[in-house]
Structures are given as C-alpha cells and as structure tokens.
Nanobody
Framework: QVQLAESGGGLAQAGGSLRLSCATSGLPVSGYAMGWFRQAPGKERESVAVISRSGGMLHYADSVKGRFTIFRDSAETTVFLQMNSLKPEDTAVYYC????????????????WGQGTQVTVSS
C-alpha cells in the first residue's frame, strides 16, 4: 500500500501563494487517482482537487477553481497543489489522498491518507 507524505504548508497572506507537495513511498502516482482534501475547524473534510491515474481528468471544488492547480512531477512520484490568490477561508489542514479510481476519490472513498499539513491564510 502506498504511503503519502505532505509538505509545504505554512502561513501566507491573503493574495499570496503556497505550493503543497505529496510524495509517495516511491510508487508511481500514475498507479493511483490522487487528490487533495481539506478540513477547516468545525467543518467536514472536503475535496479540493483530484487528478486521475492518467492525469487526463481533473476536478476542482468550485471554491478553488481558477486559483488552485493539481499536477504531478515528471518522475511521477510527487503530486503538487499550487495555491494562488489565497483567501482566509482557505485556512485548513490539507490532506493528500490516494485511491484506485478517480470516481471513488471524487466520492470521498479514499484508500490512503497523508498526515496532513496546516495552511493558514491571514487577512
């Protein structure tokens, strides 16, 4: 089973940018649908962005469309979430997730979770 390790969280000002990274345990990300979820205090965990195994299908939450981009590196062992034009409401713990199928990940059926990384956006 793949293991996931996130990095890149931290503090940013509104309008700023951060890039989150999710490294697999050496297994190619092309073998999994990958995604980013987030959970803000007092709220349920929600899907932010999902990429299919082929990389040909992408899905973004309406709240981040046009601001966030999910992509993979050429070595295909890391998935990134580029976050631009950050807003205070983006403040949350962000989790990397993996699953066997894109449709399942969209439905929140995650096989493997990362440990999470805190993103805080100040106004």
């Amino acid at each position: 089973q793949v293991q996931l390790a996130e990095s890149g969280g931290g503090l940013a000002q509104a309008g700023g940018s951060l890039r989150l990274s999710c490294a697999t345990s050496g297994l190619p990300v092309s073998g999994y649908a990958m995604g980013w979820f987030r959970q803000a205090p007092g709220k349920e965990r929600e899907s932010v962005a999902v990429i299919s195994r082929s990389g040909g299908m992408l899905h973004y939450a309406d709240s981040v469309k046009g601001r966030f981009t999910i992509f993979r590196d050429s070595a295909e062992t890391t998935v990134f979430l580029q976050m631009n034009s950050l807003k205070p409401e983006d403040t949350a713990v962000y989790y990397c997730a993996a699953g066997p199928r894109y449709s399942q990940l969209l439905a929140g059926e995650v096989e493997t979770w990362g440990q999470g990384t805190q993103v805080t956006v100040s106004s």
